[in-house]
Structures are given as structure tokens and as C-alpha cells.
T-cell receptor, first 114, second 111 residues
């Protein structure tokens, strides 16, 4: 039973390009969360999704950022027209249906915008 | 809005010492609390999950306690080892399923 799988592990994009980050949750988990971590800062919540639904996107910038978790396939965090300030580590976590289930994190995608 | 605070921000101890990391949260209406470990450049590894009805959980040399009414949790590490050096993060889950994190405690265990 694989854990949370994120890919790519490292992603380099030029300013103005699009970045697509993928997250496959733990098998059977229907809740997915995306977090951003900047150097020397804590984990900042971005978005919470259940299958095919965005539940809470209060931490995600309104422009250029979008997320989805389709019925089939991984969750995708998409950043359009990337800027240098988007450089960060992006982590995905998943959990089961009960509020008392453990959340598991992936290894993260480190995005560098040049 | 839930806020999580971790004290101290950094801690350096000699090998073999027992130590305590602290976590406090402003809204006591939580469903569970998790402690994680993060090594430099890596993801988060779950250490312990304490449900709101529980007072403590133990795993090996780690013991986590929860006082929900006062909004506090502690992570106790016994007989610390250099391999315990990492950032330790506390996170709480409320009814909205969302994990809210503290900024972490950077632990260094010196040989």
C-alpha cells in the first residue's frame, strides 16, 4: 500500500510558463490537501478537496492557481504564468473519511521559477 | 480562526537528554492532533495521532499528551539521539477536516 505519491519531485519553470503538480493519495483516501512551504516559514494551507469537489480553497490565490481531484486519477495543482514568488515546496496530504483518521504527506514537489 | 503555536522555535540538546516540545492551539474544538517530523528537504512523517477523546499516545521513545480544554499538547522524547534531529510540527484538525499547523520546533541533538 503505497503512501502519498507526488510528482515531479523537482520542477523548474521559466517565468510565464505553467506548472502542473500531481498527487496520488493513499489508496482509499478521498480527502486531499495541498500546502505550500517557503524557506524558514511554516506550512500554509492552500486547498482541500474531496473527490470531484473543492471543499475549501481559502488559502489559494484567486488568480493563476487552480486545483482538481477528478473521479479517476491524481489530484492536480496547476499554477499558470508562474512568477519567481511561486518558488516553494508544495506538499500534498491525504486522509480517510473519518475526522479521526491520520493524515499522510507526500515528499513534496520543489518548484523553482527562473 | 484556529492558530497553532509551537515553543520553543529551536532547541539544542546533548545526546541522551529527555526533552519536551510544546504546542498550543486557540480553538479547543478539535477532533484530533497530530505530531509530524520533517527532515531538511523532505516531506512530513507522521509520528503520533491523538484523538480528542484521548489524553496521550506513545510510540517507542515518543509520548504525546493532549489537554484539549486548555488547548495544549506536548511531545516528550526520551533518551534523545542525533537521529532525532529534525523539525517537529504539530497540527490540529477541526470539524472542517483541515489541518492547521504550527511553525515547528527545530531540534538539534548533539553527539
Amino acid at each position: 500500500n503505497a503512501g502519498v505519491m507526488q510528482n515531479p519531485r523537482h520542477l523548474v519553470r521559466r517565468r510565464g510558463q505553467e506548472a502542473r503538480l500531481r498527487c496520488s493519495p493513499v489508496k482509499g483516501h478521498s480527502h486531499v490537501y495541498w500546502y505550500r512551504q517557503l524557506p524558514e516559514e511554516g506550512l500554509k494551507f492552500m486547498v482541500y478537496l474531496q473527490k470531484e469537489n473543492i471543499i475549501d480553497e481559502s488559502g489559494m490565490p484567486k488568480e493563476r492557481f487552480s486545483a482538481e481531484f477528478p473521479k479517476e486519477g491524481p489530484s492536480i495543482l496547476r499554477i499558470q504564468q508562474v512568477v519567481r514568488g511561486d518558488s516553494a515546496a508544495y506538499f500534498c496530504a491525504s486522509s480517510g473519511d473519518s475526522l479521526n483518521t491520520e493524515a499522510f504527506f507526500g515528499q513534496g514537489t520543489r518548484l523553482t521559477v527562473v | 480562526k484556529q492558530e497553532v503555536t509551537q515553543i520553543p522555535a529551536a532547541l539544542s540538546v546533548p545526546e541522551g537528554e529527555n526533552l519536551v516540545l510544546n504546542c498550543s492551539f486557540t480553538d479547543s474544538a478539535i477532533y484530533n492532533l497530530q505530531w509530524f517530523r520533517q527532515d531538511p528537504g523532505k516531506g512530513l512523517t507522521s509520528l503520533l495521532l491523538i484523538q480528542s477523546s484521548q489524553r496521550e499516545q506513545t510510540s517507542g521513545r515518543l509520548n504525546a499528551s493532549l489537554d484539549k480544554s486548555s488547548g495544549r499538547s506536548t511531545l516528550y522524547i526520551a533518551a534523545s539521539q542525533p537521529g532525532d534531529s529534525a523539525t517537529y510540527l504539530c497540527a490540529v484538525v477541526g470539524s472542517n477536516y483541515k489541518l492547521t499547523f504550527g511553525k515547528g520546533t527545530l531540534l538539534t541533538v548533539n553527539p
